[in-house]
């Protein structure tokens, strides 16, 4: 993962793992402003000749520092970044439950944000 940089594709909702014009792994999310502004990632996808080397923690990880350095919070709906932040509670605190309904509420109305 030497040469992989993260970049955030806010226009498309991905936060992606790149190695050079290859991309490894992805996270797709939306941006919820109410009842607080959130990211809330729906799925996490590493490209199978890439799995196992850490590129789904890494994204992970960079998407919650993210949420910090924009003063946001994440509602994970993706069952990988759920699993991720129970593993990391250090570095990704726990939506409120407000949130995540409202997450929650967000995709149902919007099938599309899945």
């Known amino acids: 993962m030497a040469d992989t940089v993260i970049v955030d594709d806010r226009p498309q909702g991905r936060l992606e793992a790149r190695s050079g014009d290859e991309v490894l792994g992805h996270i797709q999310y939306f941006v919820l402003d109410e009842p607080a502004p959130a990211l809330v990632p729906v799925h996490t996808v590493v490209e199978p000749a890439h799995e196992g080397k850490g590129i789904a923690g890494s994204l992970a990880r960079e998407l919650y520092a993210i949420a910090a350095r924009e003063g ?43």
């Not at 970044?81 to 439950?97: I, L, N």
């Not at 997450?103 to 149902?108: L, P």
Request: hydrophobic content about 55%.
């Open 72 to 114: 946001a919070a994440v509602a994970p709906l993706c069952p990988y970044v759920v699993r991720w932040a129970e593993k990391h509670p250090d570095e990704a605190p726990a939506a409120s439950p407000e949130l995540l309904a409202a997450a929650k509420a967000a995709v149902e109305a919007d099938p599309a944000k899945w």
